[in-house]
């Protein structure tokens, strides 16, 4: 194994299912010579592939994303690079309106498989509009597939599958990941599962729920509740719609104490969702279940008060050792 | 620089050399005369200049086109009549069976309409792709799909052409190339220019036709769907069914362009203006710019000008569109005025068309009692079809 | 008291608010001669004020919405017909990224005093794209106010705070319920606050929890439920963001148990957010909570599928059966 | 018919009958001497037709017009010269202070760019609208907003136009008019849409104008912007800084249409292409459109050529566009070029210009250390003005 910058591990994926299957392409904006937006996790693949397979758009979201959907009904299998994320919502429409119900609409004789990738989240001082963390909303949209890697390993892990898959995946790569790098395999059959999550860390005493980045800042908690004997551990929703219960459950089922984190504000997140599905589950927990989620406010961009907005590992410990008492 | 001035004879040398297109230079003057044979024959002008764009036939926009069936095919000239009377018949029939409240949910008919769907869809090959509007039976009926699955699927029965989950307005046939209507103004046209943008890519020489209706010409996805066609010189055809009115908000007052056909111009594709009370003149003008896809040569907008004789959507009950206006245009039904085209020129007899129109009666008559005899789906349908299958689904 | 039909609520709340006040006005498409789209809420409101104040436009959301806000941050009060409420996905960004977000990154000098109406929901075999339930999303984004009334007097009452509000308004309104017809004071002060949730029927032994359409079946599930010796609770959210957590809590407190209820799919929604913030409140409960929720489908056009797939009574029955055992 | 020819005669004549426009009957055939004095001056062509459409004054794109400072008032110019050195100044420091992570997140500089908003804002009355782009500082700056408040909004500081909340890419001043920079191509137009249709409503005569990219021209909310606009002849100017890249993407690459100016004229709108390296061009043009609008005559698209000297953002490192180009258009400094203007036709000296540069670095010094000395915001305010305060808050 090598290690991977998180652009390279993207880079990678890409690259890999290009060359196995004539099919898949890119496109975007900036994506051709330019490599990519402002996070370029596609260098080279132009000058390897070409202006067919690595297809320059103008601005306009909505031609992108729905020309990808013209493309994936027709036999091909775009991967669209929205840039940052936070554009699915002037093209909102086509994915959660037309690519998710695609399939449910025509009774099953289409299929949409592409993938959306964007960059997501905020820590980056990049100010409201440009640091939404917007996962949860897709989840509201049977259809969908939302995956989101947590670490250069599964980003390359995931993003394969995303690229095979028969479905639409909304696929969610943190803005802080791309300051990261990590061994990944160079294994070109390298798949890692969608619709499951993975047991990043294992632990007795505590579950801590997270995903994307989050993950990195649970596992970072559960090191130092570690040097304070809580033993926690982490489960990575790699995949949150559909969502596997299972691990979930058994995790907690293990431990009986629950946190549960989330970058964005609180209602209707993904947290809300694992600790309603755990304690609805009738899976006996020893004491309340918490969330740790970002503050209700859009992002400021003044770095202190982002900085106060948002989860840190602080917040996961001090959760994860309320839930202890 | 004086401008061009086209004449009548001009257009029937073009006409005797078999030719759709007539090359100017600059802005053509059109005498009335030109203009009729013009309109008449689908032939549109073709302006020389940097991006080739076309100015439109019948810019007058409205007027009516004499209908000449001289040189046709007999048979040819039949099935034009044909689908336009299946879709009158399965619409009257819908619009029957909706107020009787035997179908439910949204019904959008076409009735007056049927020659833009018919001219458009008899110019198309068997590989070619379409999508469609929320007032799109007449678009599917065209294209050849089966009048009892598409009464199965607006019962909601499990024979229909979605299985019973889709309804009127999202009606699809993969296999008849129709990737779907669409009940969100405006989304269709950037799925179709995927379509076009994919068989371009797979070297297939397919073309891809969006219908829209004279509402959309707002909306940003028409915007942006367009423009990439025209950059990416895609095969595709931009088809307007302009009924001048999106429910109550008339074309005219919602619209800041000379015309839609001007507006596909302003993206450097030929945009025309033809009469959409004539399928001849629909399929002509169509035949050219499939023609000029299937070359390489990008977009096309045909602005097709019809009325829909109906309300906005079954159950209206607000008709704020003039009575004159109402009543000029049922005038121009366009299948009386084939049939009258038809029985004038002599290739068909009033029994002929008497006889088609009985068997399309049969054939409405057969797809109402497959539907009503058709079972609803098994429940557990409501779930399939949501993800593809490869992902377990714990939840 | 009179009754009205919920249409009629509407127009009056609208009526009364545009002669108290004439910087408000209404814009969307089909709103003046023609006194609104499928669910004509508006009848008679252009020929009292004129197309200046009830403005026709052409079908254009993204400029609907973005010219009623910038018209709500120079002065003025739009209240803008959404017709659809699935039509907001195709001016999302307007919705999320601008109007919510305004006043905060103006530091607070912008205030987007606006009202987005759309009916919602599903019932009513219109098929997938416009049978949505997207209230959730809307949740995600501080900044937006989002209230649904559950029946004629909540119409008015709360549409009329609505559009008096200094906040951006999302004012959703079910399909459902423009088949009803029920008493509504014609006093024109009748104001129901924003931000707080209303106890529709007391009870003792479970707390049903419910918003907009979903609170009419909450009510008709307490009414069996009562016939059976089973007294429920029925909260009903009129304001979902920002959520008044208090009255759920103190109801739950009282009857130990709880039953949330949604119309669209599981993840992420409304159901899921209530239990959470009920079990991590640490209010003792006497048995798991349950959610009642739609399946997660796309829904389908064919009736008897559609009717599969959504919440009724007897789903609500039941799962207020389960928490008693 | 033939076309009417535009002698340089014509334009001078114009020009001393203090005029801004000519009129003409179809489609103006210019001479280059009639062009050379049309560009320079800022003048543009009317065209007499059904909806008043407006052909560019200089439709080449690109080409340099004289700057030609005679005839206005000393004092004006100097100003013009003093703004465009204020945007030059403050954006430099941005740019070093970059460099040195002392300010962080986003940063799309407009150096080479000053002249736009430099002659547009010059042209505006202290009531007017104005949204701004992403590379908006120099818009800011040329609308008169305070350096010091600016540096400390990008610095996050409490003393920032936005308490520091909202950044350099969501800077507001709404005592200024300004309702803000947009992070979301396209979404500001829609909302100067409405602020005009407000003051419309209101009738307040106020102008909005919206500051644009090449880039923004294939979004959807450009097309529903346009259209809603013109047909409600709104009072908005849509100013386009053509830096013809939007990244890395070139305009003639990603727009299908003749020009930016004759896509706004798809929608009745006057649009012209102004030489925008040219303040008193922009400054005319300009003028010209909001005294139309302020007459309720409607919409107006300028389109302002120009060129960036920097990358897309500070923190940029793929430079694609060509050498010779960026040295080319670095030749065409609009500052030097206005500088070269006023020593040359005399109004001003050397020296006074150098006062001004002087004086411009000693604002940029304080403003630099205005935002070093403030305040970071309270915590607190991070949980302030997300709603108004008038709901109470349980969660
Ligand atoms: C984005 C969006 N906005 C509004 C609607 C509601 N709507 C359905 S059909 C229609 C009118 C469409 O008019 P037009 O395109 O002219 O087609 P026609 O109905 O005349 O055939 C409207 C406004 C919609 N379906 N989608
Ligand atoms: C909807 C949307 N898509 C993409 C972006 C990312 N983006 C920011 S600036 C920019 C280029 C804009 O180009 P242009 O309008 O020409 O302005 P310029 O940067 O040249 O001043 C892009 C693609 C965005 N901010 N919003
Ligand atoms: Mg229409
Ligand atoms: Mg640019």
Redesign the interface.
């Known amino acids: 194994m090598r290690e991977l910058t998180f652009a390279e591990a993207i880079n990678e994926a890409i690259r890999e299912e290009m060359e196995r299957d004539p099919s898949v392409?890119v496109q975007g904006?900036?994506v051709?010579?330019?490599?990519g937006?402002?996070y370029?996790a596609l260098r080279g693949l132009y000058d390897q592939f070409g202006s067919?397979r690595v297809r320059?758009?103008?601005?306009?979201?909505?031609?992108i994303?729905?020309?990808?959907?013209?493309?994936?009904?027709?036999?091909?299998r775009p991967v669209v690079d929205l840039m940052f994320a936070?554009?699915a919502?002037?093209c909102?429409?086509?994915i959660?309106?037309?690519i998710?119900?695609?399939?449910?609409?025509?009774?099953?004789?289409?299929?949409a498989p592409l993938v959306l990738r964007g960059v997501m989240g905020a820590y980056?001082?990049?100010?409201?509009?440009?640091s939404?963390s917007?996962e949860?909303?897709f989840?509201?949209?049977?259809?969908l597939?939302v995956t989101i890697p947590s670490d250069c390993r599964s980003a390359k892990g995931l993003l394969k599958s995303a690229i095979r898959?028969?479905?639409p995946v909304i696929f969610l790569e943190h803005k802080m990941l791309y300051l990261t790098s990590g061994d990944v395999p160079s294994d070109r059959e390298f798949l890692l599962p969608?619709?499951r999550s993975n047991i990043a860390r294992e632990g007795r005493d505590v579950t801590l729920v997270a995903h994307g980045y989050m993950t990195q800042l649970a596992l970072r908690a559960a090191e130092q509740l570690q040097a304070n004997n809580i033993s926690a551990e982490v489960v990575d929703l790699w995949?949150?719609?559909?969502?596997?219960?299972?691990t979930i459950l058994d995790s907690v089922r293990k431990t009986g104490r629950l946190v549960?984190v989330q970058e964005?504000?609180?209602?209707?997140?993904?947290?809300?969702?694992i600790?309603?599905?755990v304690?609805?589950?009738?899976v006996a927990l020893k004491s309340?279940?918490?969330?740790v989620t970002g503050?209700?406010?859009?992002i400021?961009?003044?770095?202190?008060?982002e900085d106060?907005?948002l989860p840190h590992p602080e917040d996961i410990i001090q959760a994860a050792r309320t839930v202890m008492q | 620089m004086s401008r061009p001035l086209i004449t009548e004879n001009q257009v029937r040398e073009a006409l005797a050399r078999g030719e759709t297109a007539i090359h100017v230079q600059g802005d053509p003057i059109i005498t009335p005369l030109a203009a009729t044979a013009l309109t008449d024959n689908g032939i549109y002008i073709v302006k020389t200049g940097d991006h080739g764009g076309f100015a439109g036939a019948s810019e007058g926009r409205g007027e009516l086109s004499p209908v000449s069936v001289k040189g046709y095919d007999t048979k040819f000239l039949l099935e034009l009549y044909a689908t336009m009377q299946r879709i009158r018949g399965f619409e009257t029939a819908v619009g029957l069976l909706f107020k009787q409240q035997r179908i439910i949910g949204f019904a959008h008919l076409s009735i007056g309409q049927e020659a833009v769907p018919t001219g458009v869809c008899a110019a198309l090959g068997p590989e070619d792709y379409l999508t469609l509007t929320h007032r799109g039976h007449g678009q599917m009926v065209a294209r050849g799909a089966r009048l009892d699955q598409m009464m199965a699927e607006l019962y909601g029965k499990v024979t229909g052409n979605c299985k019973g989950k889709g309804g009127s307005v999202h009606l699809h046939d993969f296999q008849l190339g129709i990737l779907g209507a669409n009940g969100i103004i405006g989304a269709n046209l950037v799925i179709t220019s995927g379509a076009a943008m994919s068989a371009k890519m797979r070297g297939t020489k397919q073309v891809a036709v969006a219908f829209f209706g004279d509402g959309v010409v707002n909306q940003g996805a028409f915007h942006e769907a367009l423009n990439i066609a025209s950059v990416m010189k895609l095969p595709i055809l931009f088809v307007c069914e302009n009924n001048q009115y999106a429910v109550s908000m008339s074309e005219r007052d919602a619209t800041a362009a000379e015309s839609i056909a001007a507006r596909g111009r302003a993206y450097l594709m030929p945009g025309v203006t033809v009469d959409g009370q004539n399928a001849l003149a629909v399929y002509e003008t169509t035949k050219t710019a499939v023609e000029r896809a299937r070359r390489g040569e990008g977009p096309f907008l045909i602005e097709c000008m019809t009325y829909r004789s109906r309300g906005h959507w079954e159950g209206e009950t607000t008709e704020l569109r003039p009575e004159s206006e109402r009543k000029q245009w049922q005038e121009r039904d366009p299948i009386q005025r084939l049939a009258r085209a038809l029985i004038a020129a002599n290739p068909a007899t009033e029994d002929q068309l008497r006889r088609i129109s009985d068997s399309v009666r049969d054939e409405v008559v057969e797809a109402v009692r497959f539907a009503e005899e058709s079972a609803y789906p098994p429940l557990a349908e409501a779930l399939r079809d949501v993800w593809s299958g490869e992902i377990a689904i714990t939840q």
Not at chain 1, 100 to 111: C, D, Q, V
Not at chain 1, 239 to 246: N, S, W
């Open positions: 392409f904006e900036d051709g010579r330019y490599g937006g402002y370029p067919e320059d758009f103008p601005i306009s979201e909505t031609a994303v729905g020309t990808a959907l013209g493309a994936a009904i027709t036999g091909l936070d554009f919502f002037v909102f429409d086509q959660v309106n037309q998710s119900k695609i399939r449910y609409m025509s009774g099953g004789l289409a299929a980056s001082h990049l100010a409201a509009q440009h939404n917007i949860a909303l989840c509201q949209f049977p259809g597939v898959s028969n479905d969608l619709g995949t949150l719609a559909p969502l596997d219960k299972r549960a964005s504000s609180v209602l209707c997140g993904i947290a809300g969702e600790v309603a599905t304690c609805e589950s009738g309340a279940p918490r969330r503050k209700s406010a859009p400021p961009f003044s770095p202190p008060l106060h907005v």
